[in-house]
Structure formats: structure tokens, C-alpha cells
């Protein structure tokens, strides 16, 4: 599987199910998703700022 580097909005877009994310799906298909440290920070920083638990905010990593 080749790999592809998210943009944190990408990553956004597809974690909230925002009306944007299915421009992205199709080239998204049959790669392996990595996101950037500076990505996760964002996310993480996103999370807290929400004043997320820690269940909620790891809940939908799944998906990824």
C-alpha cells in the first residue's frame, strides 16, 4: 500500500464528516494514511481546547 501525509483540514474534514471529506475519498482508497507530528498536535490542541475527555477525544480514532 502506498502511503500519503493528510493535511490536518483533510484529517478534520474526514473526522467530523464534514461535507468536504468525500472530494478527498477517492484518492485516499487503497493507501496507508500518516498524518504529520504537527498534525497531531493540531488535532491534540483541538481536543483540549474542546475541554474533550480523554474517551471522547480518542473515540473516533478509529476511524483512521
Request: hydrophobic content about 45%; glycine content about 6%.
Amino acid at each position: 500500500m502506498k502511503p500519503i501525509v493528510l493535511d490536518t483540514d483533510v484529517v478534520s474534514f474526514l473526522f467530523k464528516g464534514d461535507s468536504r471529506a468525500p472530494m478527498y475519498l477517492s484518492h485516499l482508497q487503497n493507501r496507508q494514511w500518516l498524518i504529520s507530528f504537527m498534525t497531531e498536535a493540531e488535532l491534540e490542541q483541538w481536543a483540549l481546547l474542546a475541554n474533550w475527555g480523554a474517551k471522547r477525544a480518542w473515540s473516533g480514532c478509529g476511524s483512521f
